[in-house]
């Protein structure tokens, strides 16, 4: 799996949009970004994935940089239910048997 | 999305004890469950990928005598922390990854296990 790169932490006023980076400037091809956060003692939830085209669900929006080196999840209205930990996650579908290996990820804190 | 059920959401047991946590899929079939251990203030760590009908795939470092798996049907994987220690407390989640293309993984809500 190709290696991410996440800020420890980031900051948030509530009702502004949540810009979170990743970099995976090592991705290949075949790769797609994966999204998941997880909020205080709860399982991960998914948010959205992606491949090479910007994508946007009712949860978020995804762009990837045309390269593919980066990407950024976009939480365009902050709440404070968004505090959570956000993962980035780089990977080919259905390979490693399906295995997701999370790293740190970045803590959110939206702020009232 | 799919739906994952845990149960129990949280248990305490006596050291040397047996506990057994389920993880149910609850709208869809799933050949595939994957379970991970998570200490406090760390991310999730994959134990294992259980595979129904088959035996479980472990990762290194996971006793399998240890944390006994059973996948026995579509909807249902097991996992059995035998002979629990305090070093075993932590938070076990399960997986349930959807082959499709895009790969998602779903998960349940986990369970907090204490040893005392």
């Known amino acids: 799996d190709a290696k991410t790169t996440q800020p420890p932490s980031m900051d948030c006023a509530e009702g502004r949009a949540a810009n979170l980076p990743c970099n995976h400037s090592?991705?290949?091809?075949?790769?797609?970004v994966y999204w998941y956060r997880q909020i205080h003692s709860q399982g991960p939830q998914y948010i959205i994935h992606g491949l090479k085209n910007n994508e946007t669900n009712e949860m978020a929006s995804l762009i990837i940089t045309e390269d593919r080196k980066s990407s950024t999840l976009i939480l365009p209205h902050a709440t404070l239910r968004d505090t959570a930990v956000y993962y980035c996650i780089v990977r080919a579908p259905l390979e490693y048997g399906n295995k997701l290996v999370f790293g740190a990820g970045t803590i959110l804190r939206v702020k009232s | 999305g799919a739906v994952v059920s845990q149960h129990p959401s949280w248990v305490i047991c006596k050291s040397g004890t047996s506990v057994k946590i389920e993880c149910r899929s609850l709208?869809?079939?799933?050949?595939?469950m994957f379970w991970y251990r998570q200490f406090p203030k760390q991310s999730l760590m994959l134990m294992a990928t259980s595979n129904e009908g088959s035996k479980a795939t472990y990762e290194q470092g996971v006793e399998k005598d240890k944390f006994l798996i059973n996948h026995a049907s579509l909807t249902l994987s097991t996992l059995t922390v035998t002979s629990a220690h305090p070093e075993d407390s932590s938070f076990y989640i399960c997986?349930?990854?959807?082959?499709?293309?895009?790969?998602?993984?779903?998960f349940g809500p986990g369970t907090r296990l204490t040893v005392l």
């Open positions: 997986g349930v990854g959807l082959a499709l293309s895009t790969d998602t993984q779903y």
């Open positions: 709208d869809f079939q799933a050949t595939t």
């Open positions: 090592t991705i290949s091809g075949n790769e797609y």
